[in-house]
């Protein structure tokens, strides 16, 4: 493998002309995905006995299985039934882009869901009485007490789960979605050069994903004024982590 | 031809090759995590050691193989592997494109990426060894390598087994995608059954429900392994 930077440079412009469909792939599941989650977190709360079983089911099944089994089950599986063909889900089960995110986001939705019940069940209970007992009911309760303590509380796991689907839509791929991966595999096949290639994609994933730690990192800050250090004259400062690192 | 037929053990049946490739995805996993147990090791010591360049690299490495996706891990390892065994063909005159054996550049490919995620468990489970016990083994006179063996390496076992639990999981479902080198494991199995057969739908679930027998088994397994090991803390955490 020589070194050649024009080459290189030119497949790094050809790829990063496929990020956008990267990124709507990733944005396109993380969103659709939180709405099943929020469904599934639902069940799960709820306390129905039947309901609370199919959330279970849910996160078992695919938490539990490959992500690329799910995709080629909707992608290929379904279309193989005559009665799906003709349904007017067709065009949407048609199409790789739409069968790839519906696929990362059932699978997504099962990881946030549990993402979602961790962070519903840190919500400290004596909070919420004290919620009650001001008079707050409901959607009120909801938004004032207990999405703020379980957002704050969810948003590490859900930065980590969000790697992982910027990671996985790298699968996409496989069923023929022409997204950073796949047009790396086109621009092989033209070429031959495959180590040079595929280095220049996981470079670009890197920086995706060092973009988006970033931008949690800084959600995570605005998110949590109260956990910020305050200037301690005892320590000099207020740089408390210098003194025992 | 029935549904039962395709994946039973008659003559048309697809349940044998089935269960053979279950067991080799369990053989790939299984060498995967045994590389990354190495790796891993080596990368814990690296991040946790004084020098600034060991840490710099173990950082790197847990960086690039956690934030790259797995599948391009998997092609990089496949590929230049095949590359370097070419050259090296070349060099003893073999004219000819020599590929790498599918199951050894699994192995490596996902061992790579589950030595990151095994680092970060085993950095865990030494920091939460406590500080007094080394300091008492030192002040009994016990040497580096014997305080390694005695103190530290069993409770760092004993504290990354959840952990390893996670990383387990995750290489068995990494390792479905190692069927893109032609590995006959479960899922490219699944994928020829479906395709030679037309029947996509019956295949891709039945291959989905061995993986989900695969999980849930592993997860008995470590929960069973973490009771076992949990025996002799029982007075010192207070409770099972």
Not at chain 1, 40 to 51: D, Q
Not at chain 1, 146 to 171: C, D, F, G, H, N
Request: proline letters at 3%; charged letters at 15%; glycine letters at 10%.
């Amino acid at each position: 493998m020589d070194f050649d930077v024009a080459f290189l440079w030119s497949t790094f412009v050809k790829l990063i002309a496929a990020v956008p469909m990267t990124l709507a792939l990733f944005a396109a599941s993380v969103c659709l995905g939180a709405l099943f989650a929020l469904g599934i977190t639902y069940c799960r709360v709820s306390g129905g006995l039947l309901l609370s079983a199919f959330g279970r089911a849910y996160v078992f099944v695919f938490r539990g299985s490959p992500l690329l089994i799910q995709m080629f089950l909707i992608y290929y599986g379904l279309g193989q039934f005559p009665a799906v063909r003709h349904s007017l889900f067709w065009p949407v089960l048609r199409d790789p882009f739409s069968c790839a995110v519906l696929a990362l986001a059932f699978c997504t939705a099962g990881y946030q869901a549990e993402i979602m019940r961790g962070g519903l069940q840190a919500v400290p209970a004596r909070e919420i009485e004290a919620g009650r007992a001001s008079g707050m009911s409901g959607l009120l309760l909801f938004r004032r007490i207990i999405a703020p303590i379980a957002i704050r509380q969810a948003l590490p796991a859900y930065s980590t789960e969000i790697i992982l689907m910027v990671k996985s839509t790298a699968l996409a791929s496989l069923v023929t979605v022409w997204e950073v991966t796949g047009t790396a595999q086109r621009l092989i096949s033209q070429t031959y050069r495959t180590m040079e290639v595929f280095l220049v994609a996981t470079l670009i994933y890197l920086l995706i994903n060092f973009i988006i730690v970033r931008l949690m990192a800084l959600v995570e800050y605005r998110l949590s004024p109260h956990l910020r250090e305050r200037p301690n004259p005892a320590s000099g400062g207020g740089r408390q982590g210098e003194v025992h690192g | 031809m029935s549904w039962i037929d395709l994946i039973g053990f008659g003559e048309q049946g697809r349940g044998g090759i089935l269960l053979w490739a279950m067991c080799m995805t369990l053989a790939v996993t299984a060498a995967s995590l045994c590389i990354g147990a190495v790796l891993g090791a080596i990368i814990a010591t690296a991040k946790l050691s004084a020098s600034r360049p060991a840490r710099w690299l173990g950082d790197a490495y847990t960086t690039v193989f956690r934030g790259a996706p797995e599948l391009l891990v998997i092609y990089l390892v496949y590929f230049g592997g095949s590359q370097a065994v070419t050259a090296i063909g070349k060099w003893l005159n073999y004219d000819g494109f020599l590929g790498l054996p599918s199951f050894l550049a699994g192995a490596v490919a996902v061992g790579l990426i589950s030595g990151a995620y095994q680092a970060e468990v085993y950095r865990g489970a030494y920091q939460a060894v406590a500080r007094g016990e080394i300091d008492a083994a030192r002040s009994i006179g016990m040497g580096t390598l014997l305080r390694f063996r005695r103190i530290l390496v069993p409770q760092i076992l004993r504290f990354s087994l959840p952990g390893l639990g996670n990383v387990w999981q995750l290489s068995l479902k990494d390792s479905t995608l190692v069927s893109v080198t032609g590995l006959a494991e479960l899922m490219r199995t699944s994928q020829i059954a479906a395709g030679s057969t037309k029947q996509y739908f019956l295949f891709f679930i039945v291959g989905g429900a061995l993986y989900l027998v695969l999980t849930t088994l592993s997860d008995r397994i470590f929960n069973f392994a973490e009771r076992r090991v949990a025996r002799s803390f029982r007075n010192s955490l207070g409770r099972r």
